[in-house]
């Protein structure tokens, strides 16, 4: 009896092990995505964030102070869209506690709503011939906020403390601060992968902004799709046990 206790414990911590692995991958997947998601906003949709929120209020208050109206309307829907995305997903994830799971299966629920929502902007932006114009662009700048607002919340459902992939403020400052504190980098490794993701993400968004305007929102699709078949597969592979 005893001895099968132990497996079972033993079984139960591998599980708890690789579904941190998959919840860190999928971490740096999402982080890929909204550094894409960030450019695509700046450069194509408005010159806005969708989940840079301090640059977008910054953005807000300087097109009012110069009367530049297509400045503070992009930026305020894109604010607003972050926060409904962000309280939508509150409510769809739910919010950590001590009971849970590694992987909570309310993210799923939260990252299948975000990619069905990237789906809906896509179809727009595609039937646009890749060059939305008008309310349309403010329109699919809304979606993408209210997109990486879910994803957000989705995230914090984690209950990890510094995991992030759209604040990536804090990340940085975390990152700096371990790193004065004389801590080793392997304990930053993630995070320091978090934000390299986020470049790169940014990056090659821009690339196709520039050579291939129609694969941008595939980019967007392909990384939460991912992310989502990592959850799908490591709640079904490893249950819902507490962490």
């Known amino acids: 009896m005893v001895a099968q206790q132990d497996e079972q414990a033993a079984e139960q911590n591998d599980g708890r092990v690789a579904a941190g692995r998959a919840r860190d991958r999928a971490a740096v997947v999402l982080a890929f995505v909204s550094g894409a998601t960030d450019a695509i906003g700046f450069l194509a949709l408005g010159g806005t964030f969708t989940s840079v929120m ?7 208050g300087t097109g009012l102070a110069h009367g530049e109206a297509d400045v503070w309307a992009h930026a305020l829907a894109a604010i607003a869209a972050f926060v409904a995305g962000a309280a939508i997903g509150t409510r769809v994830a739910g919010t950590s506690s ?3 799971p590694v992987w909570p299966a309310a993210v799923n629920r939260a990252l299948l709503v975000e990619l069905v929502v990237l789906a809906v902007y896509a179809g727009f932006y595609w039937g646009s011939g890749n060059h939305p114009e008008g309310l349309l662009m403010a329109a699919l700048l809304a979606l993408n906020s209210f997109a990486l607002g879910l994803q957000s919340s989705a995230i914090t459902r984690f209950g990890v403390s510094g995991l992030s992939t759209t604040y990536m403020t804090g990340t940085l400052t975390t990152l700096v601060v371990r790193l ?29 902004l520039e050579w291939a305007e129609g694969l941008v929102p595939a980019l967007q699709l392909g990384g939460v799709a991912l992310a989502l ?15």
């Open 54 to 60: 301090t640059g977008n209020l910054v953005l807000f």
């Open 229 to 243: 078949g990592l959850g799908v597969w490591t709640t079904r592979r490893h249950g819902q046990a507490p962490r």
């Open 180 to 208: 004065a504190s004389g801590r080793p980098l392997k304990d930053v490794s993630h995070s320091g992968t978090l934000l390299i993701a986020l470049v790169v993400g940014a990056a090659v968004a821009a690339a196709l």
């Open 98 to 100: 001590a009971a849970d």
